[in-house]
Nanobody, 127 residues
Framework: QVQLVESGGGLVQAGGSLRLSCAAS????????MGWFRQAPGKEREFVAG????????YYADSVKGRFTISRDNAKNTVYLQMNSLKPEDTAVYYC????????????????????WGQGTQVTVSS
């Protein structure tokens, strides 16, 4: 079992930055690919970014590439999402998730691959 708790959401003006954190319980954090997803009102949940167990491979949705950066600190059981140059269309509830994939070098992007989810944190970008 892995429990995930997100933090760092809030209200920011367009062009601003936020850093989301996701703290995971358990000793097996490094066995999981970690991902960030988001869901805007009236829209389906979508993949945002992911990082393999070592953080050596990352992958981003085209909509955030060059603006968002995912990183992880396995010693702290924490994954981060640095979000820069935020746009109003980035407004959503952001979720972190964990997919069991020991030593994988490929980031999975479909939510069905992720077994554990946090409760979500709201990000609102004003224009």
């Amino acid at each position: 079992q892995v429990q995930l708790v997100e933090s760092g959401g809030g209200l920011v003006q367009a062009g601003g930055s936020l850093r989301l954190s996701c703290a995971a319980s358990g000793r097996t954090f490094r066995r999981y690919t970690m991902g960030w997803f988001r869901q805007a009102p009236g829209k389906e949940r979508e993949f945002v970014a992911g990082a393999t167990w070592s953080g050596g491979t990352t992958y981003y949705a085209d909509s955030v590439k060059g603006r968002f950066t995912i990183s992880r600190d396995n010693a702290k059981n924490t994954v981060y999402l640095q979000m820069n140059s935020l746009k109003p269309e980035d407004t959503a509830v952001y979720y972190c998730a964990a997919a069991p994939s020991p030593f994988s070098i490929v980031v999975v992007t479909t939510d069905l691959e992720y077994d554990y989810w946090g409760q979500g944190t709201q990000v609102t970008v004003s224009s």
